[in-house]
């Protein structure tokens, strides 16, 4: 069997490229998977704003995640936005039949700039049909706060009774992982908290001065997806994932990409690589060609 992991991404399309299905085969393919992408929604987009979102129709989604599971063998799935009730049902639905060995759930409900991406309906839905075949969910602080039916954490020793009450959470599986991103909090110091109910894994992390954030969360859950299959567990998946994350966001300011919150770059290393490959092959073809 082949060692390169196929990875597969449901969730939404944000044509800046930022976040969404793009950025998560941007984030693949960085990172050693083989990317697949299962649409399940159209949004109208920029580095602002939200002014659109489209739904795909609930069968048109089983089709698309029958007909690929029927094929092609999936190592890990990652789940993002689905917009709405009826489409978070067809991918539970879905998922629960072809049953992938590994699967990261972005509950996504809001964007960086403000816009709704899930409503009330798909919440409940979310909940009660798709946290049960997640073996990570990668809350931030304003979904863990929905999730939790109350406000979001505000502060540090919140998030750790935050991280614990969402491992409660009756519908997840006994070996689910929390990864609680605490992006959101103000100050220079960052943490994430992993917990499996056992394991409180403090993620701590300086924050980079840079607006250019789109996308961080999908990008560390497909980073989360790719990299699993490729090691031990998922603490390690997830610390060489945030890692990674951290360079891409260290590197983002050399794209330009709008004026609100530009993506971050996720080909920062295999560009760097292959700048200096150029640069060797220049010098070389001087000698030879002088
Ligand atoms: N400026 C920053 N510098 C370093 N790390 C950051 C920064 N902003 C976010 N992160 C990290 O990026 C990851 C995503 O966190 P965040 O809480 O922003 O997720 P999110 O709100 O789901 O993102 P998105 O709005 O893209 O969906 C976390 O690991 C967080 O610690
Ligand atoms: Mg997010």
């Given at each position: 069997m082949t060692a390169i992991p196929n990875a597969l991404t449901i969730a939404g399309v944000d044509p800046s490229g930022g976040a969404g299905v793009l950025a998560d085969l941007k984030t693949f393919s960085a990172l050693g998977a083989y990317g697949c992408a299962v649409i399940a929604a159209l949004t109208a987009q920029n580095t602002r704003a939200v002014t659109g979102v489209q739904a795909v129709a609930p069968d048109f989604i089983r089709l698309q995640i029958d007909t690929l599971f029927d094929d092609v063998r999936i190592d890990a799935v990652k789940i993002g936005m689905l917009g709405e009730a009826a489409t978070v049902r067809a991918v539970a639905e879905a998922l629960a039949r072809q049953a992938p060995p590994f699967t990261v759930l972005d509950?996504?409900?809001?964007?960086?700039?403000?816009?709704?991406?899930?409503?009330r309906a798909g919440v409940a839905t979310l909940r009660e049909a798709l946290l049960p075949l997640a073996d990570v969910i990668t809350p931030n602080l304003p979904e863990a706060g929905v999730l939790l039916e109350g406000?979001?954490?505000?502060t540090k020793p919140e998030m750790y009774r935050a991280a614990e009450r969402l491992r409660n959470l009756?519908?997840?599986?006994?070996h689910c992982w929390v990864l609680l991103k605490?992006?959101?909090?103000?100050?220079a110091e960052l943490l994430d908290l992993l917990f499996d109910g056992d394991r409180m894994i403090e993620l701590p992390g300086r924050r980079l001065d840079?607006?250019?954030?789109?996308g961080t969360g999908c990008t560390l859950s497909s980073a989360i997806a790719a990299l699993r299959p490729q090691r031990p567990d998922v603490p390690a998946a997830v610390t060489d994932a945030r890692a990674w994350l951290l360079r891409a966001i260290a590197a983002a300011d050399q794209l330009d990409v709008g004026r609100g919150h530009g993506p971050v770059h996720h080909l920062h290393a295999l560009w760097a690589a292959a700048g200096q490959r150029q640069a060797r092959q220049s010098v070389h073809s001087k000698e030879q060609y002088p």
């Open positions: 509950p996504v409900m809001v964007a960086k700039s403000g816009d709704a991406l899930l409503d406000r979001g954490p505000e009756q519908p997840l599986a006994r605490g992006g959101h909090l103000p100050g840079t607006k250019n954030t789109h």
